[in-house]
């Protein structure tokens, strides 16, 4: 039998994305066993995956404590894999797949690590199809060039049906009606560079208000609650009315649960895109001027799936930009993101949702 350990050390996003990575071996070898080692705060986007029969937590104390990560070392050895998938490729990861000792160890090229795996894997741009550079690359680790667009896997998040009634049941809690749709705004991003600033997002959300019926739930963490505030703040006071400001999930998990409730997420590219996408909900998303939509833009069909990005209005600033220039400039580059670039796509995306309410009869 295989005991096959898939690595990704990331963020949120990432570490949805490489769970096609067990979805794939498991469905190629159905007596396997399939291990997944993530950062433990993102082990909540995995839960319940069927396609996983082990979560292996990867925990802050390993990065602090060279002796308790060559016990955690140590553990990885006796599990005694067979095959090692690591889609995150830095030092740790390479460390875990040396020690792993498995026969085939697989992982992207890279000159400082190559000759720890059995084989490497060289990422590449070309695009097949609609799942996205990012997607196809996890892919590129187990599958053959030619072969990719016959395996594309949709990121999946799994919830209970006892999970999918304490949404509802939240909701009810907090008397938000059903009748209306309820859209998750994604208000803030991981980082000032990867957030649109504060007015212009508030006038976004004031324009979804005065086109639509919806209800808003803001997406931000505890850390965030003065800079989402001031967003709220920047907003008309009949839209304020609409905002259920401190409604939201106390913790990832519960976070998800909330955004399953859901009928439309909006707003920064980030994790919480990629849950919504795993969740079957739609998204419209507002990318970073230094962030490569073409690697993150994943199943974006111009109907359920709508995203925006400066280069899609200024294409002549990319033209022999490098990234890390892009990022250095984000902040500025962000002013000429505007609310009235953007607006059109929206409205596109609200009429997609039948959302856009008949003024004239309203």
Known sequence: MKKILVIQQKMIGDVLLSSILCEYLKKKYPDSEVHYCVYSYTRPVVENNPFIDKIVEFLPEYQKSKWKFRKFLRRIKAEQYTLVVDAYGKIESNLISLYSKAEQRISYDKNYSRRIYTETVQRSSKVYTIAGNALEDRLRLVVKEEEIAQHIIAPKIYLSDEEIAKGKQFLQSHRISTDRPLIMISVLGSADDKSLPSQYMARLIDAIAEETSANFLLNYIPEQTKAAKSIFNYCKPETQARIHFDVYGKGLRDFIIL?????????????????????????????????????????EDGIKHLSVHLEDFEPTLYADTKPKELKEQSLELYKKLTPEK?????????????????????
């Open 259 to 299: 955004l399953a409730q859901c009928d439309a997420l909006i707003g920064n590219e980030g994790g919480a895109v990629n849950m919504a996408k795993a969740l079957d909900i739609p998204t419209f998303t507002i990318y970073a001027p230094w962030i490569s939509k073409k690697a993150w833009n994943m199943f």
């Open 342 to 362: 953007i607006l059109p796509k929206l409205n596109e995306f609200l009429e997609n949702q039948k959302f856009k309410i008949d003024l004239n009869q309203s």
